[in-house]
């Protein structure tokens, strides 16, 4: 069983097999990060809201592994530890979004 | 410490203190993916290529942080196992790139 | 009044002012598109399908005022009369869907 | 000859022969444009800054015009005068970025 600290050893060790490293300055890892999301919202273009995507479960899963690979891709290029930088956001969430001010509510916690 | 699977547990928990799932359907998720993936560009708009973006690491963990968020609450709508996703793609990625035709390259796999 | 022609002159004479020119290679020019066309969307990243987004026609004409700007700078870096190439392109898209075949249907053309 | 407004015409008839309208609330019109822009950016995935891209005008006139047909679903949508709307913008811009202070530097205005 895989977990997240073998799945980055693995796209290190299949980037340098391939000697890609070259290619992946953080400016073209930031492209390649947006056109994948972009690939992720084009399954929900001319979706209704809500619409179940029944089917698509495997769609969605292949799209999201790809923007996730270029996020570890990313984090492995500046030494970011992703699951440390997410709790610390998470934290810091948790304060900005009371959960009595902002329950039910979307509203930005600007606007709270 | 922190592993990915309790960071998807608080982040569930998170999302159901604050009675916000009646917003999350799978669209909006993928357009707040794709906002924040946008946001990771932003911080390289007008560099060169292969600029250090020394004394950046902080902002490029903040906002990959943000990307790996919806990444998760996607996976999550989804009951997608992303580690197990990522490790699947990774292993077509090596037969679609054998490492003696795509060392050095930069190409696509259909143009290889 | 001006017309495209007369703003395509107005935006050159404001980069040669500048001496900006030197920033605008075509990869940093739709990096620039891309961001804007994202703000355009942030505009609707909570809202329902169909809301109307009464008052804010405001907020939508300044964000597609900042996407039009690069599609311009775009357009003029490779010399491209873009109502011409709109012009080509619906050419090729009444063909691409008949009126028959397409009527009501939100399908891609190779969905026809 | 087209101009700007026989093209709008011209788009605002293909819809309406199509009954498309239907599916063209502001949120799925944003959606499109920022795939299309997507797929602008996609053209320069891994060229590097100032590489010329000789011989690929075509390629991005085609998706250039693809953005611009979903500028001016939107601008349709909310009556806006695209070319005013940049022009007011041009105004703005022209005060934010006073010659002198601005020439040569890529800053954002609140930086100058």
């Not at 273009?45 to 592994?65: F, I, P, R, S, Y």
């Not at 790809?66 to 934290?91: G, R, S």
């Amino acid at each position: 069983m895989a977990d997240l600290d073998t799945l980055r050893e693995k796209i290190k060790t299949f980037i340098e097999d391939r000697d890609w490293k070259q290619f992946h300055d953080p400016k073209n890892l930031a492209i390649s990060l947006q056109l994948e999301a972009s690939e992720v919202l084009e399954l929900f273009q001319w979706t209704k809201d809500n619409q179940a995507k029944v089917g698509k479960e495997q769609e969605v899963a292949d799209e999201l592994a790809d923007v996730f690979y270029w996020v570890i891709l990313l984090a492995n290029h500046y030494n970011i530890d992703l699951v440390q930088a997410l709790e610390k956001k998470m934290d810091q969430n948790e304060k900005k979004y009371p959960i009595e001010k902002s329950k039910g509510k979307a509203d930005k916690y600007t606007d709270l």
